[in-house]
């Protein structure tokens, strides 16, 4: 294996007027070799892997219970007289449906209940397992583990586990929102009778008795929809990071080693005292490169540093993108002109898989090709822009 030459691009005069290419400018040889699908690698496709990026520390995808079946056990309907009145035995039909609905709603927060247990068990699982792979890989190991492909596999399942717990949680909004509903047609309902004709005071009495059960029962429903609706938002934001923090993992069993957490392209706040300059086209004269990478030897890793420059232009600016040119000497004949032009081309393509490898979307990347006098050997250059 070819240790890499590495060549640091021209210091910033300052930070405020710095261009992001000189955060961590470098210039590395190496051969370009395609990477591995994570089907190549794992025997299946990586369910549903989003582009979204991963930082490390992630939250826990379940949350303590919010409101519990207690809450619904709790309240009662307080029981009334018979008046004999039509209004009296409107009263009572409204009376059992609050009734039959606090009784619904008691079984529906313990299956909630239940299912964020479910969920929480669920995390649990997956962070050991994530964390017995990455303890692994920062120690090192061979390329390919089949120990850690097989950990991998299962912590892939744990969080198809989580989706469906999401999924059910999603099914569960559906049947409490109307519940909800019910509610708050009830409470309209019960406001109404007041306006009905043929009354006695008893009547009233206790029609305001339930309508003060009713509109805490309706509270109570709309605190349980707006927790289970957040949970399910949260935990679909946190499964998807975990998509792509699988996919980091895999590509980093492949190698053998970690090159740390997916490049965070959305949990990155951006320094207040740095401001991002505009940079110029990277065909312009003058526009250092943020990576160099020359194509001259064989077997040459560069990702570790690849991943370093990137990771430190997006601290910098984190909605950078990215933009891969491929260029090859211009000099010699024809046809060794272009078959140059070809492998560099390839050479480039490598590099943008492994930038995607490493959690950048495919739409920060923009690639493109040409030839130039003043390089003796194929070359990789990445910009920012």
Same mark, same amino acid.
């Given at each position: 294996?070819?240790?890499?030459?590495?060549?640091?691009?021209?210091?910033?005069?300052?930070?405020?007027?710095?261009?992001?290419?000189?955060?961590?400018?470098?210039?590395?040889?190496?051969?370009?070799?395609?990477?591995?699908?994570?089907?190549?690698?794992?025997?299946?496709?990586?369910?549903?892997?989003?582009?979204?990026?991963?930082?490390?520390?992630?939250?826990?995808?379940?949350?303590?219970?919010?409101?519990?079946?207690?809450?619904?056990?709790?309240?009662?309907?307080?029981?009334?007289?018979?008046?004999?009145?039509?209004?009296?035995?409107?009263?009572?039909?409204?009376?059992?449906?609050?009734?039959?609905?606090?009784?619904?709603?008691?079984?529906?927060? =313990?299956?909630? +209940? #239940?299912?964020? %247990?479910?969920?929480? /068990?669920? !995390?649990? *699982?997956?962070?050991?397992?994530? @964390?017995?792979?990455?303890?692994?890989?920062?120690?090192?190991?061979?390329?390919?583990?089949?120990?850690?492909? =097989?950990?991998? +596999? #299962?912590?892939? %399942?744990?969080?198809? /586990?989580? !989706?469906? *717990?999401?999924?059910?949680?999603? @099914?569960?909004?559906?049947?409490?929102?109307?519940?909800?509903?019910?509610?708050?047609?009830?409470?309209e309902a019960t406001?109404?009778?007041?306006?009905?004709?043929?009354?006695?005071?008893?009547?009233?009495?206790?029609?305001?008795?339930?309508?003060?059960?009713?509109?805490?029962?309706?509270?109570?429903?709309?605190?349980?929809?707006?927790?289970?609706?957040?949970?399910?938002?949260?935990?679909?934001?946190?499964?998807?990071?975990?998509?792509?923090?699988?996919?980091?993992?895999?590509n980093a069993i492949?190698?053998?080693?970690?090159?740390?957490?997916?490049?965070?392209?959305?949990?990155?706040?951006?320094?207040?005292?740095?401001?991002?300059?505009?940079?110029?086209?990277?065909?312009?004269?003058?526009?250092?490169?943020?990576?160099?990478?020359?194509?001259?030897?064989?077997?040459?890793?560069?990702?570790?540093?690849?991943?370093?420059?990137?990771?430190?232009?997006?601290?910098?600016?984190p909605n950078a993108?990215?933009?891969?040119?491929?260029?090859?000497?211009?000099?010699?004949?024809?046809?060794?002109?272009?078959?140059?032009?070809?492998?560099?081309?390839?050479?480039?393509?490598?590099?943008?898989?492994?930038?995607?490898?490493?959690?950048?979307?495919?739409?920060?990347?923009?690639?493109?090709?040409?030839?130039?006098?003043?390089?003796?050997?194929?070359?990789?250059?990445?910009?920012?822009?």
């Amino acid at each position: 294996m070819t240790t890499p030459h590495i060549f640091n691009a021209p210091r910033a005069h300052s930070l405020k007027h710095a261009s992001l290419a000189l955060v961590a400018g470098a210039a590395l040889l190496l051969s370009g070799c395609a990477a591995l699908g994570d089907s190549d690698l794992f025997g299946n496709s990586g369910s549903g892997t989003t582009s979204a990026s991963n930082a490390a520390g992630t939250r826990a995808v379940a949350t303590d219970v919010g409101v519990a079946a207690q809450s619904f056990e709790a309240l009662s309907v307080t029981d009334g007289s018979p008046t004999g009145t039509s209004v009296g035995r409107k009263v009572e039909d409204l009376r059992q449906e609050l009734r039959t609905l606090q009784s619904v709603m008691e079984t529906e927060t =313990a299956s909630v +209940n #239940t299912l964020r %247990a479910r969920a929480t /068990a669920n !995390s649990r *699982d997956y962070h050991e397992t994530r @964390g017995a792979i990455t303890s692994r890989l920062q120690r090192g190991t061979t390329p390919g583990n089949p120990e850690l492909v =097989a950990q991998w +596999n #299962t912590a892939q %399942a744990q969080l198809d /586990a989580i !989706s469906s *717990d999401i999924n059910a949680m999603s @099914g569960k909004s559906t049947e409490i929102a109307t519940h909800a509903s019910t509610a708050n047609y009830l409470l309209e309902a019960t406001q109404a009778t007041f306006s009905l004709s043929g009354a006695i005071e008893e009547d009233h009495r206790q029609l305001r008795i339930l309508q003060d059960e009713t509109r805490q029962t309706t509270v109570l429903i709309e605190r349980v929809l707006t927790e289970l609706r957040d949970d399910i938002a949260r935990q679909t934001t946190y499964v998807a990071n975990e998509r792509s923090s699988l996919t980091t993992l895999a590509n980093a069993i492949k190698a053998g080693e970690l090159f740390g957490s997916g490049l965070s392209v959305s949990n990155i706040a951006p320094p207040a005292a740095i401001a991002a300059p505009a940079l110029s086209t990277p065909a312009a004269a003058g526009t250092p490169a943020l990576v160099t990478i020359r194509f001259d030897r064989p077997n040459v890793q560069y990702q570790q540093a690849l991943y370093t420059a990137l990771s430190r232009a997006l601290e910098v600016r984190p909605n950078a993108q990215f933009d891969v040119v491929a260029i090859s000497p211009s000099a010699g004949s024809p046809d060794k002109v272009q078959i140059a032009q070809s492998q560099s081309r390839r050479n480039a393509e490598t590099v943008v898989r492994t930038m995607n490898e490493m959690g950048l979307p495919a739409d920060r990347i923009r690639l493109s090709s040409t030839t130039r006098g003043d390089v003796p050997a194929n070359e990789v250059r990445v910009y920012v822009r």
